[in-house]
């Protein structure tokens, strides 16, 4: 029985009544890191200096911007205040800050900000700290409505660098991957309201890990610390799981699962997990089915890849011991190109066109096909090391790194 069905098209609707270029969400509209088909079309030239419309200062954090109905939502850490803010998204202007206080330690001293990105839906702005806390704002005045207290409440654990995947919005509820209990019942996933705040559901027995859940088909696909797993997101019920993980402790899984067509969908990450092609059908048993598994082919470390026309472009190998960026063949793994060595970076899609923004704060406009690799244009956009995701909206791209926030135009118009 399909008893999913409805909640699913109740979120393709809530994303669709918005902005049609709007990037409200983690890796964008479809949640796939692809700009949305009606944006307008990029230069056909680009100078070496970026047009750049603003710029702004940020605090602490990797969490991307996100983009919708005109607004460009930051969230970043000043001080000891966990801040969200609306900025206007054509000239940079500030529109509401919301802030809390925090006293958030990273374990490592990698970097006491959030690494989560915003989620806007239903007239509200999501939010998940690094230290557990979930909160709900008013898109319009930034004014708080509801928060969650992940840590105090279901006792949600912070990992090596804190709580760091970005929120699900599935028709009336926030999924949270939380890593935590709550009298003794397994609390790795939970659903909130997103009126009221309210927990829904708890459920899948597993530490949190750095990947963000996705919707596959009626159901919701979690990659956690240990299993990969399948939910639905109506009830929380645990439709199937998979052991995927790395044998060292010191490993993470930070890259967002992709779909690539037919019911596949690629799962990677370093530290000996490798590249993984999975036909995934959440509603038979199993659900999940390796196609194929290699090594060193696509090993993404941090970056999640993006998928077109049976190929998928990403990073390859450890940002640590320097990466590539990489197009491979989908249905085989076989290695198509490599770009020359990088210490990293995060890409996205926009047309036949790679966004692709080094750790150095490069910005390389790379033609997304699988016969070269073809550099089409590089321009400096910033200027400290970072690895948020960009958001892109409108021709725009709004990029950040440690120190500021820029808006670069990209498009004709």
Not at 253 to 272: D, Q, S
Request: proline content about 6%; some cysteine.
């Amino acid at each position: 029985m399909r008893t999913a069905s409805f909640p699913f098209f109740i979120c393709a609707f809530s994303l669709s009544s918005l902005f049609a270029a709007d990037w409200p969400q983690f890796l964008g509209p479809q949640r796939n890191g692809i700009a949305d088909a009606s944006e307008p079309a990029l230069k056909e030239t680009f100078k070496a200096e970026p047009d750049q419309l603003w710029e702004k200062s940020v605090g602490a954090g990797f969490a991307g911007p996100v983009v919708t109905g005109g607004k460009v939502i930051l969230f970043h850490r000043e001080g000891s205040d966990m801040t969200t803010e609306a900025v206007e998204a054509k000239t940079g202007k500030v529109l509401w800050r919301s802030t809390y206080v925090t006293d958030y330690v990273d374990s490592f001293g990698f970097d006491n900000g959030p690494r989560s990105v915003p989620a806007v839906a239903n007239g509200r702005v999501f939010t998940h700290g690094p230290e557990g806390r979930v909160t709900a704002l008013d898109l319009k005045t930034g004014k708080e409505i509801w928060a969650y207290d992940t840590a105090s409440a279901v006792n949600s654990q912070p990992g090596f660098f804190g709580r760091a995947p970005s929120p699900l919005v599935v028709g009336d509820k926030v999924i949270i991957v939380a890593g935590g209990s709550l009298d003794d019942k397994p609390a790795g996933m939970i659903a909130l309201d997103t009126a009221t705040g309210k927990l829904v559901w708890n459920s899948t027995g597993d530490e949190a890990g750095y990947a963000s859940p996705v919707v596959v088909d009626d159901t919701v696909l979690s990659w956690m610390r240990n299993r990969l797993w399948s939910v639905n997101p109506e009830t929380g019920f645990v439709l199937d799981s998979i052991p995927l993980r790395a044998d060292m402790e010191a490993s993470v899984n930070a890259a967002t699962p992709v779909p690539c067509g037919e019911g596949r969908w690629f799962v990677t990450a370093g530290y000996g997990v490798g590249a993984n092609l999975l036909k995934i059908t959440p509603l038979k048993q199993p659900a999940f089915e390796t196609v194929w598994q290699k090594q060193k082919v696509m090993d993404c470390h941090y970056s999640t890849p993006v998928y077109k026309d049976g190929h998928l472009y990403g990073f390859d190998g450890r940002q640590e011991t320097g990466q590539k960026l990489r197009c491979i063949e989908v249905a085989t793994g076989k290695v198509c190109w490599d770009s020359p060595g990088v210490p990293g970076g995060t890409l996205l899609l926009a047309g036949d066109k790679l966004l692709v923004v080094t750790e150095q704060g490069e910005l390389w406009i790379v033609k997304a096909a699988p016969d070269k690799f073809d550099q089409l244009a590089t321009m400096q956009i910033l200027r400290s090391s970072h690895r948020s995701h960009a958001a892109f909206a409108n021709g725009i791209l709004y990029a950040r790194d440690t120190e500021k926030v820029v808006a670069i135009r990209l498009s004709g118009e």
